[in-house]
């Protein structure tokens, strides 16, 4: 359940809050301000796709293994003023 702590809860409770952090976010608050949100390695790791590299991400591509056809076409050249 993700929890919001005040800041100085935090610091005195650190273990709690890192063992809950791996449960569910967790969201520090300084001053009933939200400030900062603790969540598991797994967590950000997902929604950062840390644990994706190029190649994986382009082969997981809808186009992976279409024969697209990237010439350009010269004749689509237009004139500018300068």
Do not use: C
């Amino acid at each position: 359940m993700m929890h919001i702590w005040q800041l100085q809860e935090a610091k005195a409770k650190l273990t709690e809050l890192v063992k809950q952090s791996k449960k569910a976010p967790q969201i520090i608050s300084r001053r009933g301000v939200n400030e900062v949100v603790v969540m598991s390695m797994e967590k950000y790791s997902e929604l950062t796709h840390q644990n994706e590299n190029i190649v994986s991400f382009f082969q997981a591509s809808p186009l992976y293994g279409l024969d697209l056809d990237l010439e350009r076409d010269p004749s689509f050249i237009r004139e500018a003023d300068f």
